[in-house]
């Protein structure tokens, strides 16, 4: 009998298989990361083959570890890096591009040109974000303005969007030879194509982008009884397993973190940081820069929405002092680099590489180091860069608060930075309140597994659920208000100094 759930993480940096008991525990587990290019300054692609192939070898690999096989899961979930735009030719299979990566900063000008002649408000309204070059409905446009008969190929039924869990369930489950073309509520709320309250793509918007309503997929629940598909005896998964659960990264660490209720939040430390606050069956519209978003829908049930705080650049910025400036061999080595100094000497670094997302949705930022003397060595630079993923938490923390009137009581982290326990007692410190990680800190695939397990009677509800969250660690706050108060002044200036930087016309 099966009784494990498998679940496909398809990450910024990377892409894993992870494998999950009926109790949430983890079983196995294969990771490989993936090519970042970056063809010019504020271009960032993916290679949409490569993700395919590093997906398959995951699922392998980590079915080969626990010595499984497609009989003994029950279902598999995907999630996914959201708003990165793949398209594709349905009958070679091939990609006519790259993937435009959510950080990609190309799409700048269509967004200001949105906001300008006004029809940023309606883009507000119904989808719920603010027009900017993160989302999905500018790099689409863009492509299907650049690429050499693609237009064409569009309206001719030639060729397929999708985020990346359209693309590797379409692969997953017959590619040319019949993949069904499918994406949930969570990813489809990050193109700005998709009205909030149907749930369905919204003719004035598509219009908007120049977008044909045939080349998107269709938007079926983020947990499916009726499965999407099956998986395929000559795929990676050797046999016919269902799939059954799809949503967006940072909605499905929320799942993970099992924030069902109205009121609940969490903040995850991936490539970037998203908190998201759980707000029911109501959609909340931002008046402090968060952004309004699906969270989940299970089934044929009432939507849940979420307010959402993005942040672009985080884990990046680590990534970044390793392979750009090459002070660090592995992003672990920046909390030991963080630690050989009391403080950062005054420096402050806001890595406003992408411009600055929530709270600000400024474009024409553009990162910066302030507050520089001699002194200064690559271990502030370090504990800078950390301080950094803090005080932009801080801030979309606050604006959070201010508009939900929820009063965080605790924060629930999970990802990657969380294995940084510097990092940790620094956002303890800078925010004021606990800062708490559950054991399964892969909150983002557990996720996933959930969406799927619940869709096929594997877990009864989400009642059942609760039973698996437990806490690993929590850091507790240790400066004074005057401590807190005073390095988030500083913070705020070294913000200003990134804005109005970049010229966007
Ligand atoms: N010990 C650490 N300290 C600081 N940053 C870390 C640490 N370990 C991983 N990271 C950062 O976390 C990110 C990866 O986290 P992950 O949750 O896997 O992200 P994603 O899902 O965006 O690919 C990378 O950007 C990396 O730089
Ligand atoms: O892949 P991650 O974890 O960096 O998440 C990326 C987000 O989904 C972008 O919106």
Redesign the pocket.
């Known amino acids: 009998m099966a009784e494990f759930v498998g679940a496909i993480?398809q990450?910024?940096?990377?892409t894993r298989f992870m494998i999950f008991d009926h109790g949430g525990a983890v079983v196995a587990t294969h990771q490989l990361e993936h090519e970042q290019i970056l063809p010019r300054a504020g271009w960032i692609e993916h290679d949409p083959l490569e993700i395919w192939r590093r997906t398959e070898n995951v699922i392998e690999v980590a079915l080969d570890k626990a010595r499984l096989t497609a009989d003994d899961l029950v279902a598999v979930g995907i999630t996914n890096?959201r708003e990165t735009t793949v398209v594709w030719d349905p009958v070679t299979g091939r990609p006519f591009h790259n993937a435009i990566v959510w950080q990609d900063t190309r799409t700048d000008r269509i967004a200001a040109a949105l906001e300008r002649d006004g029809r940023g408000d309606v883009i507000r309204e119904r989808a719920g974000l603010p027009p900017a070059a993160y989302f999905s409905g500018g790099k689409l446009q863009w492509l299907l303005e650049h690429v050499d008969g693609l237009r064409e190929a569009a309206e001719a039924g030639r060729a397929l969007f999708g985020t990346t869990d359209t693309w590797l369930l379409w692969n997953l489950t017959g590619g040319r030879s019949g993949g069904v073309h499918v994406t949930d509520p969570t990813n489809a709320s990050r193109t700005m194509l998709m009205d909030l309250r149907t749930l369905d793509w919204d003719d004035e918007l598509l219009g908007f982008f120049g977008v044909p309503r045939r080349m998107l997929p269709r938007i079926r629940p983020s947990s499916d009884p009726e499965h999407y598909g099956a998986t395929l005896a000559a795929g990676p998964f050797r046999g016919a397993v269902p799939l059954a659960g799809d949503l967006g990264?940072q909605q499905a660490a929320s799942v993970g973190q099992l924030c069902f209720e109205a009121g609940q939040a969490k903040n995850t430390?991936?490539?970037g940081n998203f908190l998201l606050l759980n707000t029911g069956h109501e959609i909340v519209h931002s008046t402090r820069g968060l952004i309004t978003t699906v969270a989940y829908q299970f089934g044929g049930s009432a939507p849940t929405y979420a307010l959402e705080g993005s942040i672009a650049v985080t884990?990046?910025a680590?990534?970044w002092l390793r392979d750009q400036l090459g002070i660090i061999g592995d992003?672990?080595e920046?909390?030991a680099l963080a630690r050989s100094v009391p403080d950062t000497g005054g420096m402050y670094f806001v890595p406003a590489f992408s411009g600055l997302f929530a709270p600000h949705w400024r474009q024409d930022a553009r990162g910066a180091i302030v507050g520089l003397s001699r002194f200064h060595t690559r271990a502030h630079l370090a504990r800078a860069a950390?301080e950094s993923i803090c005080y932009q938490s801080k801030d979309v923390v606050a604006a959070m608060q201010q508009d939900s009137g929820v009063s965080l009581q605790v924060l629930r982290v999970d990802?990657?930075?969380t294995?940084?326990d510097f990092?940790m007692q620094v956002q303890a410190d800078i925010l004021g309140i606990p800062v708490s990680r559950p054991v399964v800190s892969e909150t983002?695939a557990l996720g996933a597994a959930y969406a799927a397990g619940l869709a096929t009677g594997f877990w009864s509800g989400v009642d059942e659920l609760s039973s698996n969250w437990a806490e690993s660690k929590q850091w507790t706050p240790s400066w004074t208000a005057d401590q807190r108060a005073d390095g988030h002044r500083q913070w705020l200036k070294a913000v200003e100094r990134t804005l109005d930087w970049v010229e966007i016309s």
């Open positions: 993480d990450g910024t940096t990377s890096q990264d430390y991936g490539t884990g990046s680590i990534q992003a672990a920046s909390e950390l990802g990657g930075v294995a940084n990092a983002t």
